[in-house]
């Protein structure tokens, strides 16, 4: 079968990999669409410590099971979206009902080939139905659908609080979106991207450019010199870390989303003295991942003005080039077999 391969750093082309064999149950899965994110920029940018060459990449994806191996209350041809982390079962996280913490989480297209590639193995209990009202396209964003609800769901905001997003990337802007939909009053989001930025207005956000203002000192006299009740950090670098700090009132919380290739250096004094609370976030549970599919189906979370572009699978290095550029990219999805 044809797949895009990261091969080495900065290198992915379209290769050929053997189709795969199904294991008890599983289920094979033809690929309808699959997202390209961040994580697959770092693996692309051979930054990943996990990963390993060859690798089809791609956990954000949709499709249509082909083969089943084993009971299921899916059938063939049920169009699926795949959730896909893969936890142990056995360490305290995962007894606790906490698996998307576990101590050796893997991911489907990290770990394992994933959904760069016409046909991919997926355990039948990582699988979600789609419902009839939502489009295989659309569901291949449940997956950083889930994590902004997560997200939004890990936090203390509450209904009428100001909120700050550093970061307008998708998952930024869907956190954004989800702290919109429980209720926050109002929402000021920063990047240095004017495309992104845009993005963020048409969405009714209040869009702050970094390369223009002081997005703390904009938030402050927003705020009349309080700040934000709760502020999310999804930019990851070492200035929105400070940010993030400046930006929210006293007994405030913050909400780390990045996971940082460096360790950054902050202010824990500023912290301190105003009795700011830390909260930090890994992807999502099972039961945020069904929310999201539901959310989506109702139409409650429109992700439309999220994909920027449809590419098939022989574009898949142009779809790398293009995610270097966020002025010109927001959420590609690869379509594996169109």
Do not use: W
Not at 93 to 116: E, M, P, Q, R, Y
Request: aromatic letters at 6%.
């Amino acid at each position: 079968m044809k797949a895009g391969l990261y091969i080495s750093e900065k290198n992915v082309i379209v290769g050929s990999l053997e189709k795969p064999t199904l294991n008890q149950g599983e289920a094979l899965i033809k690929v309808s669409a699959a997202g390209i994110c961040g994580t697959d920029m770092m693996i692309y940018f051979g930054k990943h410590p996990r990963a390993k060459a060859p690798l089809a990449m791609g956990h954000e994806f949709s499709g249509v099971i082909e083969e089943i191996n084993g009971e299921s209350t899916f059938k063939l041809g049920d169009r699926i979206v795949v959730e896909p982390t893969i936890s142990c079962g056995k360490c305290d996280a995962c007894l606790s009902g906490n698996s998307h913490v576990c101590k050796t989480l893997g991911l489907i297209g990290i770990d394992f080939h994933g959904g760069f590639a016409e046909y991919v193995t997926v355990p039948l209990h990582r699988l979600h139905k789609i419902p009839e009202t939502l489009s295989d396209d659309h569901a291949a964003l449940a997956e950083p659908v889930a994590v902004g609800i997560h997200t939004v769901r890990r936090s203390n905001m509450k209904v009428g609080d100001t909120v700050v997003v550093l970061g307008a990337g998708p998952i930024g802007l869907l956190i954004a979106l989800t702290a919109k939909i429980a209720g926050a009053d109002k929402i000021y989001i920063s990047d240095i991207s004017p495309y992104r930025l845009g993005k963020a207005e048409e969405l009714g956000f209040i869009a702050l450019n970094g390369n223009e203002v002081d997005v703390v000192k904009e938030v402050m006299e927003a705020t009349n010199g309080v700040g934000a009740d709760v502020v999310f950090e999804v930019a990851g670098n070492n200035l929105t870390a400070n940010q993030m700090i400046h930006a929210c009132r006293t007994q405030g919380q913050i909400v780390v989303v990045s996971v940082y290739k460096q360790p950054p250096t902050i202010d824990l004094a500023a912290m301190h003295f105003r009795e700011l609370s830390l909260t930090t976030t890994r992807c999502y549970s099972h039961s945020d991942f069904a929310t999201a599919v539901s959310m989506m189906a109702s139409g409650k979370i429109d992700v439309t003005p999220f994909i920027s572009h449809q590419l098939s699978l022989d574009e898949i290095e142009k779809g790398f080039q293009l995610m270097m550029n966020p002025d010109e990219s927001l959420k590609i999805l690869i379509l594996p077999n169109k």
